[in-house]
């Protein structure tokens, strides 16, 4: 899977699966440009990439921003989108609405946005890559605004793959991940989390950073692959 001259931007490239992303795509020969939205954690990346990545803060949620920053970009070709919160279950009976709404903030209109003000940036060839989870099809008790999120961003995925044409656009759907996406738990709660998951899985483990970031790249190469969703859960859909 090789992006040699190719120029691909992570948002929400600094830790987790994105930062997994943009060593990969490195990896693969790209120029890669990361955009997070706070200074340390981009700092803090670029310490660990290769001298040819840069990067800046964002404001997915700022239009002005978001414009700016695409302008600076210039052409490109292709975009991965891993920016969130840590995700926490919220049960239906005493509902925070409040908090549930701010999950769609970052994920789902911080990626609209971002995708609304790359697309005409992106050359002939390219692509846009969103995130999802395997919560879409297979929720448990308390996740029902999550499920929601990750329902959102693949149909998302799939109605932009007809608008923005012949820019693909896909969606990657991790299971369960070693991340810093579970920080909002106690890491005795993540570890148990970690070890039913992986005794559930056909793969018998819980995903890691850089199973995810293979499928970013792999749907940034396979050029005949648009409005398709990604599983990368280990086989959750099976159980």
């Known amino acids: 899977m090789s992006l040699n001259g190719k120029r691909v931007v992570i948002i929400g490239g600094t830790s987790g699966i994105g930062l997994a992303t943009a060593h990969a795509a490195v990896d693969a020969g ?8 706070r200074q340390a954690s981009v700092d803090a990346a670029l310490g660990e990439l290769s001298a040819g990545t840069t990067g800046r803060t964002l404001d997915v949620l700022d239009p002005a921003d978001v414009q700016a920053f695409f302008a600076e970009v210039g052409p490109f070709d292709h975009l991965a989108y891993t920016a969130g919160e840590p995700l926490g279950l919220l049960p239906v009976d005493g509902l925070d609405i409040d908090r549930a709404r701010a999950f769609f903030q970052v994920r789902f209109f911080g990626a609209l946005n971002s995708v609304s003000a790359a697309a005409q940036y992106i050359r002939p060839g390219g692509s846009i890559t969103l995130t999802s989870g395997s919560a879409r099809t297979r929720p448990g008790a308390g996740w029902a605004v999550a499920s929601s999120l990750c329902g959102a961003m693949t149909s998302l995925a799939g109605a932009l793959a007809v608008e923005l044409a012949p820019v693909r656009v896909n969606v990657v759907e991790p299971g369960i991940v070693r991340s810093p996406l579970w920080s909002g738990m106690s890491a005795e709660d993540q570890q148990a989390m970690y070890q039913q998951q992986a ?3 056909p793969a018998g483990r819980v995903g890691e950073v850089d199973d995810v970031a293979h ?11 648009t409005g398709t969703s990604i599983p990368v859960d280990g086989g959750a859909l099976l159980v």
């Open 215 to 225: 499928a970013f790249v792999y749907s940034m190469t396979q050029s005949f692959m």
């Open 30 to 37: 790209a120029e890669v440009v990361i955009a997070s939205s």
């Open 199 to 201: 005794d559930a899985l």
